[in-house]
């Protein structure tokens, strides 16, 4: 560093005394003879090469200073004291472990008990740890389809209100003098609950014993399947009789766009209605909704220049198209037969789920004792529904 100092304090004099003999040998007529320029150009080139020099060196600094760090990361993390607990969401490490110490055991010992007093003990179920229902979304999202077309939101106690416009204002021409006219927006309400959906899963005393199985992967694998599929049909076509509705529902479901001349068959041109009978705002993020026995109904058909409707997806990940809109399938949408909803066609991210926060499970240990199981009663509550009818649009077969 002092080097540097040293070249910048010597180009600095050398500044100085290149302006000073400039200054001394400009004439009257403010020109210097071609002597003194040839001696001025080299004190100007001496310091261009130190600056030259200066900019080497810290070159040079810097990369020293790199090479220099230390190859590996150092030992930064506290030392883990006896008694501390750390703590994420409201799962601690002491009542995730005991949380599934209970899961496995009958008699579970006093200071289980006292870790397992972080969560909320109701009538008998304990708060599923967070590091677990975080694993079991994941595995919802896996399993469950609509999920990933569907806005999700959670709720936490009552029922969600969402306004709506129903009605929105409009302008008029008005002439010279002429009153304006009221035209107000007029606003509506839709409300999402939570219904309640449980499985029981039956585990052998074998296997809860068996250190090597791993409980928490298992429970997690087919509440996630059972729950997802059950979830999966109440969202494509459940009543709203204690469970959400349906995008296929007649009443809160979507709007009819086009029926079909056929009660078993679809054709191009009334795929194309279809597309066109949804307003020009929702069919920017648009996506097609079919059983996959109506993909195979409709693999065939070809537009008027002779292409097909439906292309196969060629990256890995990503869906088929229809008519270059995506198109996902679902076991639980209608097969196509007389007087069926067998095709959706919209902006699916108007469909709201409601995950009421906090999933539970319960042990039964005497129900099954005769047989040697144990039983697990899981259960969540979920609401869905189409907040606007409009942004989705249903292809139904001729009755």
Excluded: C
């Excluded at 003999?21 to 403010?30: P, Y």
């Excluded at 677990?132 to 939101?153: G, M, S, W």
């Amino acid at each position: 560093m002092s080097k540097i100092l040293e070249l910048r304090e010597k180009r600095a004099k050398a500044w100085e005394a290149a302006k000073t003999f400039l200054d001394s040998k400009r004439g009257s007529d403010g020109l210097v003879s071609a002597e003194d320029a040839v001696t001025y150009d080299r004190m100007e080139e001496d310091i261009v090469n130190l600056g030259k020099e200066i900019a080497r060196l810290e070159r040079q600094e810097a990369l020293e200073a790199e090479l220099n760090k230390p190859v590996n990361m150092p030992l930064t993390g506290k030392p883990n004291i006896p008694g501390m607990e750390t703590k994420t969401g409201r799962a601690s490490d002491d009542y995730k472990k005991a949380f599934w110490n209970v899961m496995r055991s009958k008699n579970p010992r006093h200071d289980v008990l006292n870790s397992l007093s972080v969560g909320t003990d109701s009538e008998g179920g304990y708060l599923v740890p967070d590091e677990f229902e975080r694993t079991l979304i994941q595995t919802l999202e896996e399993e469950n389809v609509f999920r990933k077309l569907a806005k999700i939101i959670q709720t936490s106690s009552g029922d969600r209100k969402i306004p709506v416009v129903v009605t929105k204002g409009t302008a008029a021409w008005l002439d010279e003098g002429e009153e304006f006219d009221e035209s107000d927006s007029v606003f509506g309400q839709t409300s999402i609950g939570a219904y309640k959906l449980g499985t029981m899963i039956k585990v052998s005393d074998e296997l809860l014993n068996d250190s090597v199985f791993n409980l928490e992967s298992y429970i997690s694998t087919e509440f996630a399947r059972r729950i997802g599929a059950k979830e999966e049909e109440a969202f494509l076509v459940g009543d709203a009789d204690g469970k959400p509705t349906g995008i296929f529902n007649a009443t809160g479901g979507a709007q009819l766009g086009i029926t079909a001349g056929s009660a078993t068959a679809i054709t191009t041109d009334e795929i194309i209605d279809l597309v066109y009978s949804l307003k020009a705002p929702y069919r920017k993020n648009a996506v097609f909704l079919m059983n996959d026995a109506t993909v195979k109904a409709i693999r065939k058909l070809k537009d008027g220049q002779g292409q097909y409707l439906w292309q196969p997806s060629l990256t890995a990940g990503t869906p088929d198209t229809l008519l270059n809109r995506p198109v996902y399938t679902s076991a639980y949408a209608p097969i196509i037969e007389a007087g069926a909803k067998t095709i959706a066609f919209g902006d699916f991210g108007y469909y709201w789920i409601a995950d009421r926060q906090g999933r539970s499970f319960k042990r039964l240990n005497e129900l099954f004792a005769t047989t040697g199981q144990v039983g697990f009663l899981a259960s969540q509550r979920v609401d869905g529904k189409l907040i606007l009818p409009e942004a989705v649009k249903i292809l139904q077969q001729k009755a």
